[in-house]
Nanobody, 118 residues
């Protein structure tokens, strides 16, 4: 059983910063990628950023230059540094880990609320 636990969400003013953390626990085969997704009220869950086990990163166009994803695989942690936050980025942010090869798996965290408000 794999568990992903997010932390670091909260209330921040527009233009502010937050750092999200995700801790993975449990016994799993080597993962392909970890990432962050978000879901705003009334909207579908969307990709924010991913990082592969080799350190390659991918970002949604809307966050490029403002968000940075990083990982500490020895500690089984992934982080999301979010700068210059915008009102429309209020959402629940979810951590994800996946492997596409055998044995394939995908797990989600419970989510952490990020509220951008003045």
């Amino acid at each position: 059983q794999v568990q992903l636990v997010e932390s670091g969400g909260g209330l921040v003013e527009p233009g502010g910063s937050l750092r999200l953390s995700c801790a993975a626990s449990g016994t799993i085969a080597r993962f392909d990628a970890m990432g962050w997704y978000r879901q705003a009220p009334g909207k579908q869950r969307e990709l924010v950023a991913t990082i592969t086990s080799y350190g390659s990163t991918n970002y949604a166009d809307s966050v490029k230059g403002r968000f940075t994803i990083s990982g500490d695989y020895a500690k089984r942690m992934v982080y999301l540094q979010m700068n210059s936050l915008k009102l429309e980025e209020t959402a629940v942010y979810y951590c994800n880990i996946r492997r596409t090869g055998f044995p394939a798996y995908e797990y989600w965290g419970q989510g952490t609320q990020v509220t951008v408000s003045s």
